[in-house]
């Protein structure tokens, strides 16, 4: 109310002023510009402040640097009153005639005197660096020579960004050309940095420290905690002042200002410096390196001591070098000949007389091209051209500090001009000594406290309980949220680098109204399965999500009849069956080229009959192997070996190839039936979805399903029922819904056709809310430590339904299986073989290379009883010439003949098998062959 009363005495005032105003340019002369007498320059400043003491020593300084012998130039006191200002301006103007008129620091005093000067037809030189830009269009004899002051919003924006503060607080000066030209510009580049201004508190220079301590109070209460102050340097010394009485230069805030205050930091005393400690800034920028500016200091600092012996002194500020440049520019106009070089030598021409138009005057000024002291003076357009590199200072001690700069389109860099590393961000320029003495980083925002928690919505009439199901507690006071929407929730606020206080709130309504709720302000979050749609970025912002997206078709599934007349095939695949074979007649090879060497009567089929014979029993044999145990039908343990090994491998192979049979045939395979939307949509079939989520649209909007076969259905129970019951053909449904629905109805259902990348579940919070980073950032973290995936197992195995694979490859069984056995049969079957070619074989062919030795017996025909030929031979040969085809029952019964004594003589002696026992038992003569033989066995 007390904000609105003084409104309105503001505009009586400013009504009452422009009357005097216009009553005195009425009574001004229309053409004293045209007379031609002596040349004189006029000057309106504030004397009353030490800016505009500091603009006429400039002016002096610019003057005698063009004139050489006469000083032309009449400086007037509007003491910041434009009533003031114009007059002034009549008096230049009607009595002592000036050419033009420099000066004019506020925008007010600017636009009165323009309206003198474009009656009068004088130049107006304005150093105001709040005319907009309107103003040049209806005041044709204006020119403004202070630069714009755009480009600093960016800089203060890029500083918002560097620290990623969602929110600011806005306070500006009150005037009517910041309103209309430099806040806007601020509010723009805000923006493009991604912020957003959660207070905008205007301020008139004139507002009482009670009001203005107010106006903090109400920022203090509030949430944001990041101020930016676009002001002059009076009111910004008041505002800092207040804000550090009542406690808002605190810890956890930031204060950053503008060229308006900072340009003059310089001239404040040690008061207001204690309360600007850890205060950011942007400063204007200007070479104080360069000879031009040295010889411009050493002689301004002459002039200002002659002038003001009693004012303290400082360093010129970036204002006094604006009134020297613009005075220059206009001295040089004014001069016969008009040098357009950017020296500064004396102009020769000591005639005075104006012998120019005005117009002129002012073409020849908007013309000028020189290097300034405060930069380049050249105009684009009629606009002096606009800073583009500032100085970013911080408060701290006594003074303040230079921690870098800020050029336009570039960024922050630590030094300027060539070789100058340039970054978007401002933490790379080195620590900030923030309010309340912290070097961390301020948040920019307050947390909630347990007195004022957040609110955050949840809803009621969810068709999914497992991932939000609200009720309320035993008491009817209070309510208690579960589901993995809420779970995910819980553990994201685990990964927050501080305690969030919030509460839950039910809501009963569509997910589209309960967003809305967060645009309204009635909550400041949604935590829900709520699907990311583009309708609902409208009312809030989406955290990351921590569900996939999806839309997918639900149907029932049918049995499929099995092939079986081949299904023994399926266990193993195709190159598993040639490798089984192929090892099966390679072990069988290795046992009959060992056995077949041995003469015994259950080996006889070995050697017995043709080759054809002997290979198919070595088939057989190896075959066999599969189902029986032989090893002791073999001579040789050699091949023993190499059959228990093959035995071993055999036993593996029939062992999976009864399980993996056996899960083919009690597996249920399901035929998936070929439906998609288009069938669906022409048939005009029925399908079914959630009543209240984005999916009706979807289906009428996207996949063009009439709204007429579209059933709305509220609870995921009933899904099942309709879908038995052929109530509808198919349901569209989110991929999370659908996981958890297979995973409780596993049997009859399935899904089918393309997922629809829609959706996805995620938190929504109000726009640029503080919160919302650190909660996306704390999602990733929950993802990437497995504790989502943890949840989402949770979710679905409670339910002990498993769906089977519906293709017979899971069970189908290839080489890779048994690679390691293979390898290990094969590896041993080729050592024993190896074994018996190198060592048996030379022991064999010594016994057939010894013969029958000499000794007593029968005659050269016939062989001794004591000293047969070895058994290899007879077995190979059968009855010779020299033993009759039939020897009576000795030949049919060899085990009832009694051996006569073997003859003893140097032959028997000498024979190579030593280790032979002779029989004593009345075996016969193969026999004892037999046991020569197997004496040496492998």
């Known amino acids: 109310m007390a904000r609105k009363k003084l409104a309105s005495c503001s505009f009586k005032l400013l009504l009452l002023t422009s009357l005097i105003t216009w009553s005195t340019v009425l009574s001004l002369d229309s053409s004293p510009g045209n007379h031609s007498e002596e040349l004189r320059i006029g000057g309106i400043v504030d004397l009353t402040t030490h800016i505009g003491k500091e603009e006429r020593a400039a002016m002096q300084v610019a003057i005698e640097d063009v004139f050489s012998d006469v000083d032309p130039l009449l400086v007037k006191d509007s003491r910041g009153d434009p009533t003031r200002a114009v007059s002034s301006a009549k008096n230049l103007i009607k009595k002592n005639h000036v050419a033009a008129i420099v000066g004019l620091r506020t925008w007010p005093e600017t636009f009165f005197v323009a309206e003198v000067g474009n009656k009068s037809k004088v130049p107006i030189i304005s150093l105001s660096n709040e005319v907009p830009s309107w103003s040049d269009s209806n005041r044709p004899f204006l020119v403004n020579a202070a630069r714009g002051q755009f480009a600093q919003m960016k800089a203060v924006a890029d500083i918002i960004s560097s620290w990623k503060w969602r929110k600011v607080n806005v306070i500006y000066e009150d005037i009517n050309s910041a309103v209309s030209s430099i806040v806007p510009y601020l509010i723009s580049a805000l923006q493009d940095a991604g912020a957003e201004i959660s207070e905008l508190l205007p301020l008139t220079p004139t507002l009482s420290d009670r009001s203005l301590s107010e106006s903090l109070r109400n920022l203090k209460n509030g949430q944001c905690r990041v101020q930016i102050v676009h002001a002059s340097a009076p009111l910004a010394a008041k505002i800092f002042r207040n804000a550090k009485r009542i406690g808002v230069m605190e810890k956890e805030f930031v204060w950053i200002t503008t060229v308006g205050t900072m340009n003059l930091i310089d001239t404040f005393d040690a008061s207001i410096i204690s309360s600007m400690q850890g205060v950011l800034g942007v400063k204007s920028y200007y070479s104080r390196s360069t000879k031009q500016f040295k010889s411009f200091r050493f002689r301004f600092n002459s002039k200002f001591r002659e002038l003001y012996p009693q004012e303290p002194f400082h360093e010129p500020c970036v204002y006094s070098l604006q009134a020297y440049d613009a005075m220059r520019a206009v001295s040089l106009a004014l001069t016969d000949e008009f040098p357009r070089s950017k020296s500064f030598q004396n102009s020769t021409n000591n005639s005075l007389m104006l012998s120019i138009s005005v117009e002129k005057i002012v073409s020849r000024i908007s013309e000028s091209n020189f290097e300034g002291l405060a930069g380049a003076f050249n105009f684009q357009k009629g606009i002096l051209s606009p800073e583009n590199l500032f100085r970013i200072i911080n408060v701290v001690g006594r003074s303040y500090r230079e921690i870098g700069y800020w050029t336009e389109n570039l960024g922050f860099s630590e030094s300027t001009g060539a070789g100058s590393k340039y970054t978007k961000s401002m933490r790379l320029l080195g620590q900030v000594f923030w309010p309340g003495g912290p070097w961390s980083t301020p948040r920019g925002w307050a947390l909630p406290t347990s007195a004022e928690p957040l609110k955050i919505g949840v809803p009621v009439s969810n068709s999914h309980k497992e991932f939000v199901d609200v009720v309320y507690d035993q008491l009817g006071r209070g309510i208690v949220a579960k589901g993995f929407s809420i779970n995910v929730f819980d553990a994201t606020l685990k990964f927050l680098p501080y305690h969030?206080?919030?509460?839950?709130?039910?809501?009963?309504?569509?997910?589209?109204?309960?967003?809305?709720?967060?645009?309204?302000?009635?909550?400041?979050?949604?935590?829900?399965?709520?699907?990311?749609?583009?309708?609902?970025?409208?009312?809030?912002?989406?955290?990351?999500?921590?569900?996939?997206?999806?839309?997918?078709?639900?149907?029932?599934?049918?049995?499929?009849?099995?092939?079986?007349?081949?299904?023994?095939?399926?266990?193993?695949?195709?190159?598993?069956?040639?490798?089984?074979?192929?090892?099966?007649?390679?072990?069988?090879?290795?046992?009959?080229?060992?056995?077949?060497?041995?003469?015994?009567?259950?080996?006889?089929?070995?050697?017995?009959?043709?080759?054809?014979?002997?290979?198919?029993?070595?088939?057989?044999?190896?075959?066999?192997?599969?189902?029986?145990?032989?090893?002791?039908?073999?001579?040789?343990?050699?091949?023993?070996?190499?059959?228990?090994?093959?035995?071993?491998?055999?036993?593996?192979?029939?062992?999976?190839?009864?399980?993996?049979?056996?899960?083919?045939?009690?597996?249920?395979?399901?035929?998936?039936?070929?439906?998609?939307?288009?069938?669906?949509?022409?048939?005009?079939?029925?399908?079914?979805?959630?009543?209240?989520?984005?999916?009706?649209?979807?289906?009428?909007?996207?996949?063009?399903?009439?709204?007429?076969?579209?059933?709305?259905?509220?609870?995921?129970?009933?899904?099942?029922?309709?879908?038995?019951?052929?109530?509808?053909?198919?349901?569209?449904l989110e991929v999370p819904y659908l996981k958890v629905f297979l995973a409780k109805n596993c049997e009859g259902f399935t899904t089918s056709g393309p997922i629809y990348k829609v959706g996805g579940f995620g938190f929504v919070f109000q726009r640029s809310s503080p919160y919302l980073p650190d909660i996306s950032e704390a999602i990733v973290k929950v993802v990437e430590s497995g504790t989502l995936k943890d949840l989402e197992n949770s979710l679905t195995s409670s339910y002990k339904c498993l769906a089977s694979d519906s293709s017979d490859e899971h069970h189908r069984l290839d080489v890779s299986s048994f690679q390691g056995l293979f390898e290990i049969s094969v590896g041993i079957s080729t050592f024993a073989l190896l074994l018996f070619y190198t060592y048996c074989c030379p022991i064999e062919q010594i016994e057939q290379a010894a013969g029958p030795g000499p000794g007593p017996g029968p005659g050269p025909g016939s062989p001794a009883r004591g000293h047969e030929p070895p058994a290899t031979e007879l077995v190979a040969r059968g009855p010779t010439a020299h033993e009759p085809a039939a020897r009576g029952p000795e030949a049919h019964e060899p085990a009832a003949r009694v051996p006569e004594p073997p003859a003893r003589g140097p032959a028997a002696d000498d024979n190579i098998h030593v280790n032979r026992k002779r029989s004593s038992s009345g075996s016969t003569r193969t026999s004892r062959i037999s046991h020569r033989k197997s004496s040496h066995s492998y």
Not at 565 to 577: G, Q, R
């Open 500 to 732: 969030l206080s919030y509460i839950f709130v039910p809501f009963n309504g569509t997910y589209d109204s309960l967003v809305e709720q967060v645009k309204l302000r009635n909550f400041d979050a949604v935590v829900a399965d709520t699907a990311i749609v583009a309708e609902r970025f409208q009312s809030g912002e989406f955290s990351q999500p921590y569900a996939d997206p999806g839309l997918q078709m639900l149907i029932t599934a049918r049995t499929k009849n099995i092939n079986r007349a081949w299904v023994f095939t399926k266990p193993f695949s195709t190159s598993l069956w040639i490798s089984i074979g192929v090892i099966n007649i390679y072990n069988g090879l290795v046992v009959w080229l060992i056995e077949r060497n041995y003469e015994q009567d259950r080996n006889a089929e070995i050697r017995r009959g043709s080759l054809l014979n002997q290979i198919g029993y070595m088939l057989y044999s190896a075959f066999k192997t599969l189902f029986s145990l032989n090893v002791d039908k073999l001579s040789s343990n050699l091949s023993r070996f190499v059959m228990v090994v093959w035995l071993f491998l055999a036993l593996v192979l029939t062992q999976s190839f009864t399980a993996s049979l056996s899960a083919i045939f009690s597996d249920q395979w399901n035929d998936l039936a070929t439906v998609d939307v288009e069938t669906l949509r022409s048939t005009g079939a029925k399908i079914g979805c959630d009543g209240g989520s984005f999916v009706v649209a979807y289906l009428t909007d996207v996949l063009k399903i009439h709204p007429d076969n579209i059933v709305r259905i509220y609870s995921e129970d009933d899904y099942a029922q309709a879908l038995v019951n052929e109530e509808i053909a198919a349901a569209y």
